[in-house]
């Protein structure tokens, strides 16, 4: 199959601006497109809650900025928005916080305003003692879904000892306590001027934006920049069984170490989880899935700061986990002595490069992604250059990947169920 192209007629041209204060401004102008996506991505998320009684916080602090600001309250802020049609949300990660909005092209100095003055928020108290109850009940109803408690069960005992390991949403006991004063420090330390970035891809002109925002925003001061981010990786094999006798699946997720966001080796890492574990052609879908033995089987890549990791999902029934189990472990081993054949690179290259090339039609794609190869690699990149790099994956690059980072080496197995460890052939 020959690669996707990308027509040379779309000049979509690339931006960087930095302002006094330190605030970084990026942009890709997409002709083609009517619309604008925008955003403001600040890096800060769960891993910089290095304090207990913050964790939570970052979350918390992204549901208060929705909340009201010095020229706003929150009825006033989604009138704003809806008065544009603007789609807009935001999401917390453990490394990022984003808050971001979709619009046509001529309500671009309206959103900017708006976003903006939302990322100085007023931070009220009686506002913070009623969006507490909301962040409770949030961490009530995760507790009763089972692929979500499994895998922040497996990023605890993955990343034991360190920030990474932080659930998103704090604990009850330190958004309890937690104090309106805490979140303000919080918010005066991470979100400062140079922690944050503004993206932007789709219908504008550059000179307008730069104006519009450096009106906006370049009265802000400045603050912490970045984090210290410390390589981290089991050194031993681990594993965490919960059992929970009332659920009728059996979750088995598997983390082995891998490449961090910064790795020259990251698109070798990419394809070799492909071949493992994406979907329709991979390993686990053919040798697992597809006999029946489990609902799903798959393989990702999740790396982070200066860290990463191979996962492999299961869910199956109990009557088939052990085996399931032991197939997964198989093909792991397999991966990691065999490496990928040519022609299981072909495809997966092909499937990420169509992936990119789909991605790039969409401005909203696009601005996430100059604000995370920002953050990764202090540049912007265009899909050409994107396409070029999965291309010059070699199958020497992939076996040295797998050489640096074993796939069945120092694995952390999180089971998730109603099997105990020894059904599972695990320690207790």
């Known amino acids: 199959m020959a690669a996707p192209q990308v027509s040379p007629s779309r000049a979509d041209q690339f931006y960087t601006h930095r302002l006094a204060n330190g605030l970084q401004l990026l942009g890709q ?7 604008v996506s925008l955003c ?21 602090l992204e549901h208060m900025v929705f909340k009201g600001t010095a020229r706003r309250d929150t009825e006033q802020i989604t009138l704003d928005f809806n008065l544009m049609g603007a789609e807009f949300n935001a999401f917390t990660s453990v490394e990022q916080t984003v808050f971001y909005a979709r619009i046509l092209h001529e309500y671009l100095p309206k959103a900017v305003d708006l ?30 879904v089972p692929t979500g408690q499994a895998y922040r069960r497996l990023m605890q005992t993955f990343y034991a000892n360190s920030p990474l390991g932080h659930d998103v949403l704090g604990t009850k006991d330190s958004i309890r306590e937690m104090s309106v004063e805490q979140m303000r420090a919080y ?17 504008f002109e550059w000179d307008n934006v730069v104006a519009l925002v450096e ?51 990251l698109y070798a890492a990419q394809l070799a989880a492909m071949v493992l574990g994406d979907g329709a052609g991979s390993h686990l879908y053919w040798n697992i899935y597809q006999k029946g033995l489990a609902e799903s089987a798959s393989a990702s890549l999740s790396p982070f700061d ?47 490069i169509s992936r990119t090339v789909l991605d790039g039609d ?27 790099r999965i291309e010059q994956v070699t199958l020497a690059d992939v076996r040295r990947t797998l050489d640096r980072f074993p796939a069945n080496a120092n694995q952390t197995i999180m089971a998730y169920g109603p099997l105990e460890a020894a059904a599972l052939g695990l320690p207790a």
């Open 215 to 265: 009106q906006a925003c370049g009265g802000w001061s400045d603050g912490e920049a970045g984090r210290q981010a410390a390589t981290h990786a089991p050194d031993r094999p681990l594993s965490n069984v919960v059992v929970k006798p009332q659920l009728q699946q059996q979750l088995i997720l598997v983390g082995s170490p891998s490449v961090s966001v910064q790795d020259d080796d």
């Open 115 to 144: 976003l903006s003055d939302m990322m100085r928020p007023r931070l009220d108290a009686d506002d913070f003692s009623m969006e507490r109850n909301v962040i409770l009940e949030e961490i009530a109803r995760s507790e009763d």
């Open 306 to 352: 200066s860290t990463g990791m191979l996962l492999t999902f299961l869910s199956t029934t109990p009557e088939h986990a052990p085996a399931v189990l032991e197939l997964a472990q198989a093909e792991l081993k397999g991966l990691q002595a065999d490496g990928v054949q040519e022609d299981e690179l072909r495809r997966a290259k092909d499937k990420l």
């Open 40 to 60: 403001f991505y600040a890096r800060t998320g769960a891993r910089d809650e290095a304090d207990p009684a913050l964790y939570g916080v970052s979350h918390f």
């Open 362 to 388: 969409s401005a909203f794609s696009r601005m996430q992604d100059l604000a995370y190869t920002w953050v990764a690699e202090g540049t912007v990149r265009s899909i050409q250059d994107e396409m070029a």
């Open 29 to 35: 102008r997409m002709p083609d497109l009517e619309s």
């Open 187 to 203: 918010h005066a330390r991470r979100y400062g001027a140079n922690n944050l970035i503004f993206a932007i891809a789709g219908a």
